[in-house]
């Protein structure tokens, strides 16, 4: 069966700061791994996805994640926080890339400040 | 772009009452997902459908259904509302090929 953790339910930055919010996966086989990001009162939508192909993915608003196996990471980063980047972000697994389901953490909410 | 349609964006019901929340989809995928979202509980799956007609359980079907007589449409329904429904339900379409969901924006749903 597959899972996510995500560690830390709510992240403080300062403007300008790193960003990092975490994500572990459980997978009986290679995993497909995605972040979404839900501002207020919207639905979510993609910020970036793992394949299996390179190992660091790069997504939208400058946002990248690693793929580390050993691990079993997938964490989120941002060089340098943006008050655009406030938000909730959460980490997807899914064992298959057609009809099988995705799983979702129970999300990280980004505080930014100023 | 893909499109995702929910109905109602805020639905106020009383307990006991049927409660349908509808979504549509333009892009003519064959996945379409339901799911609730509760503070520190995330997105829980509570069914998912691969074609007309067809519908599978998620995590947690407890006192809901679907229905999809359509291959755009996939319905939600609250055959006898409890307060303990009261959430926020997404609506999703997965594309086949790229593995990403399409996510509606919401429908907020107080049961009384």
């Known amino acids: 069966a597959q899972s996510v953790t995500q560690l830390g339910s709510h992240v403080s930055v300062s403007e300008g700061a790193l960003v990092l919010l975490r994500c572990n996966y459980s997978s009986s086989v290679p995993p497909y791994l995605f972040w979404y990001v839900q501002y207020p009162n919207q639905g979510l939508q993609l910020l970036l996805k793992y394949t299996s192909a390179a190992t660091l993915v790069k997504g939208i608003n400058g946002f990248e994640a690693e793929f580390k196996k050993s691990e079993t990471s997938f964490h989120l980063t941002k060089p340098s926080a943006h008050m655009s980047d406030a938000a909730e972000y959460f980490c997807?697994?899914?064992?298959?890339?057609?009809?099988?389901?995705?799983?979702f953490g129970t999300g990280t909410r980004l505080t930014i400040i100023p | 772009d893909v499109k995702v349609t929910q109905s109602s964006r805020y639905l106020v019901k009383r307990t006991g009452e049927k409660v349908f929340l509808e979504c549509v989809q333009d892009m003519d995928h064959e996945n379409m997902f339901w799911y609730r979202q509760d503070p520190g509980l995330g997105l829980r799956l509570i069914y998912f459908s691969y074609d007309v007609k067809m519908k599978e359980k998620g995590d947690i079907p407890e006192g809901y259904s679907v229905s999809r007589e359509k291959k755009e449409r996939f319905s939600l329904i609250l055959e006898s509302a409890s307060t303990n429904q009261t959430s926020m339900y997404l609506c999703?379409?997965?594309?086949?090929?790229?593995?990403?969901?399409?996510f509606g924006e919401g429908s907020r749903l107080t049961v009384l």
């Open positions: 997807a697994v899914s064992e298959n890339f057609g009809n099988e389901k995705l799983t």
């Open positions: 999703a379409t997965r594309d086949g090929t790229t593995g990403e969901l399409f």
